[in-house]
């Protein structure tokens, strides 16, 4: 599936992108004032290989979930149990990430790619029970659970978030002792990935958001982004949930140690992902990967996703082509990935919270920027005269 999803990522089409630039030198206003959404605009023309480009909608956010052994070393302060029940904050819509997909009619699909404990949902159970008691059990009943043994199309609900269980192993093996993940791990959450993105595109969605949950995901973020830039891990690593001096001095050296001790090679992601990764990065690399090959935009959020992405473009260079970077996140490390791939981000508002929820702040304005070649009337059609 890797492979075959690779082969069919193709580079942005040059006639597209140059129909679109004529286009806007066209259109009801000065050339150039729409600034940075009308290079937007251009790059998704290329994406899709027409001028104008598909209105990116409906918008599917795609939320990985998973755990990280290197938590016992210390790098967070929050319980591991707390993935586990943000996610029953997620199918229960009360998580930040669930209030601006409202906002943006946005669907959820929650996928469970190596959470370490318990959900507080069986998806084995008509009526799912919630062992969290700030999560209402009718809230999480509502939501709808896919089993990857039971094939089903997805549902692009924007009032029902979904669970897909896609376990490939309950959290991550300790990369500050040994590799976070074996191979046929990494390979099985990439490929997860993959599958999600046909998913949703099967099911209509016109734009794909990452999203992303796991206590201590920072620390492989950091690690993934120093491997495939080169940074220094001091300028790859951040304070994630915002941890004190001293924790965050521990966090980047257990950075730098792990990374002396697998010394990841960038040419090779997956083996990159299994040595210092987390199965939600390579999920979302898979993601980004499928999305790509379907030629679909996909809406990056922070530094758990751009430091996916930095694998993507590892695996299939021409894949940066249907990434769209939301906003700049808090995290240093965002930054230096995004400055590797070339892209700049949409907005920049401090954020640093993931779950996809500056991808979808930054949502309207990719739409803007499209919507402009399908409706802006051009100087002939309008009868306004052109300097």
């Given at each position: 599936?890797?492979?075959?999803?690779?082969?069919?990522?193709?580079?942005a089409?040059?006639?597209?992108?140059?129909?679109?630039?004529?286009?806007?030198?066209?259109?009801?206003?000065?050339?150039?004032?729409?600034?940075?959404?009308?290079?937007?605009?251009?790059?998704?023309?290329?994406?899709?290989?027409?001028?104008?480009?598909?209105?990116?909608?409906?918008?599917?956010?795609?939320?990985?979930?998973?755990?990280?052994?290197?938590?016992?070393?210390?790098?967070?302060?929050?319980?591991?149990?707390?993935?586990?029940?943000?996610?029953?904050?997620?199918?229960?819509?009360?998580?930040v990430?669930?209030?601006?997909?409202?906002q943006?009619?946005?669907?959820?699909?929650?996928?469970?790619?190596?959470?370490?404990?318990?959900?507080?949902?069986?998806?084995?159970?008509?009526?799912?029970?919630?062992?969290?008691?700030?999560?209402?059990?009718?809230?999480?009943?509502?939501?709808?659970?896919?089993?990857?043994?039971?094939?089903?199309?997805?549902?692009?609900?924007?009032t029902?978030?979904?669970l897909?269980?896609?376990?490939?192993?309950?959290?991550?093996?300790?990369?500050?002792?040994?590799?976070?993940l074996?191979?046929d791990?990494?390979?099985?959450?990439v490929?997860?990935?993959?599958?999600?993105?046909?998913?949703?595109?099967?099911?209509?969605?016109?734009?794909?958001?990452?999203?992303?949950?796991?206590?201590?995901?920072?620390?492989?973020?950091?690690?993934?982004?120093?491997?495939?830039?080169?940074?220094?891990?001091?300028?790859?690593?951040?304070?994630?949930?915002?941890?004190?001096?001293?924790?965050?001095?521990?966090?980047?050296?257990?950075?730098?140690?792990?990374?002396?001790r697998?010394t990841?090679?960038?040419?090779?992601?997956?083996?990159?992902?299994?040595?210092?990764?987390?199965?939600?990065?390579?999920?979302?690399a898979?993601?980004?990967?499928?999305?790509?090959?379907?030629?679909?935009?996909?809406?990056?959020?922070?530094?758990i996703?751009?430091?996916a992405?930095?694998?993507?473009?590892?695996?299939?260079?021409?894949?940066?082509?249907?990434?769209?970077?939301g906003?700049?996140?808090?995290e240093?490390g965002?930054?230096?990935?995004?400055?590797?791939?070339?892209?700049?981000?949409?907005?920049?508002l401090?954020?640093?919270?993931?779950?996809?929820?500056?991808?979808?702040?930054a949502l309207?304005?990719?739409?803007?920027?499209?919507?402009?070649?399908?409706?802006?009337?051009?100087?002939?059609?309008?009868g306004?005269?052109?300097?």
């Open positions: 599936m890797l492979e075959t999803t690779i082969a069919a990522i193709r580079p089409d040059e006639t597209a992108m140059a129909a679109a630039r004529e286009l806007h030198g066209r259109l009801t206003k000065p050339a150039g004032s729409l600034g940075a959404l009308e290079e937007l605009s251009v790059r998704l023309a290329g994406l899709a290989g027409a001028c104008p480009p598909p209105l990116p909608e409906p918008a599917a956010v795609a939320i990985f979930a998973g755990d990280h052994g290197v938590h016992a070393q210390g790098v967070s302060p929050w319980p591991q149990e707390v993935t586990a029940q943000m996610i029953g904050n997620f199918l229960a819509g009360g998580a990430v669930n209030a601006f997909a409202r943006a009619g946005a669907s959820v699909t929650v996928v469970d790619v190596g959470v370490a404990t318990p959900l507080p949902v069986d998806p084995g159970v008509p009526d799912a029970a919630v062992s969290d008691p700030a999560v209402s059990d009718a809230a999480v009943s509502d939501a709808a659970v896919l089993d990857p043994a039971v094939p089903g199309p997805a549902v692009l609900d924007p029902v978030p979904r897909v269980v896609a376990s490939v192993r309950r959290g991550t093996r300790d990369l500050a002792v040994t590799a976070a074996t191979r791990e990494a390979l099985a959450a490929q997860t990935g993959i599958r999600i993105a046909d998913e949703l595109i099967d099911a209509g969605a016109g734009i794909l958001l990452t999203g992303d949950m796991g206590i201590g995901n920072t620390t492989p973020a950091a690690m993934l982004i120093a491997a495939f830039t080169g940074a220094d891990p001091l300028d790859a690593t951040g304070r994630g949930t915002g941890v004190d001096d001293p924790t965050y001095a521990h966090k980047v050296a257990v950075v730098r140690a792990a990374l002396a697998h990841p090679d960038p040419a090779d992601p997956l083996g990159v992902l299994a040595a210092v990764g987390g199965l939600e990065h390579a999920a979302l898979g993601l980004i990967l499928g999305a790509a090959a379907r030629r679909t935009p996909v809406l990056l959020d922070g530094v996703a751009v430091s992405a930095l694998a993507a473009a590892a695996f299939a260079p021409a894949a940066v082509d249907a990434m769209v970077a906003h700049r996140s808090a240093p965002a930054t230096v990935a995004l400055r590797h791939l070339g892209l700049d981000p949409l907005i920049d401090g954020l640093r919270l993931g779950e996809g929820t500056g991808a979808l702040l309207p304005v990719v739409t803007g920027a499209v919507r402009v070649l399908h409706e802006v009337a051009t100087f002939d059609s309008a306004v005269s052109e300097k």
